[in-house]
């Protein structure tokens, strides 16, 4: 049951935040934001747009919910996708 937690977490602190390049971690069921350097997707990219910069993600979480959210992996950041654009994305290294 922590990773739906976690996700919800992260959207939330996202959302409120306006760090330009931050990182969203949980430590102790705690929502925190740090700078980062990792380069991620914009808001508003499609799927495609994405791939093309980034290559293909190590992983494709299958889509869930209702509007339909769709979770990539790559190296360092994770992109969440609300149909076939970017919500937001996450450092995760």
Do not use: C
């Not at 390049?21 to 808001?43: C, G, M």
């Amino acid at each position: 049951m922590k990773k739906p937690r976690l996700l919800v977490f992260a959207l939330a602190a996202a959302a409120l935040s306006s760090v330009a390049l931050a990182e969203t971690i949980v430590v102790d069921d705690q929502v925190k934001v740090r700078e980062s350097a990792v380069e991620t997707p914009a808001r508003g990219m499609t799927m495609s747009s994405v791939e093309s910069r980034f290559g293909a993600p190590s992983n494709r979480h299958p889509t869930v919910g209702q509007p339909p959210i769709t979770r990539w992996d790559y190296a360092g950041f994770a992109v969440f996708f609300e149909k076939d654009r970017v919500i937001h994305a996450v450092a995760t290294g």
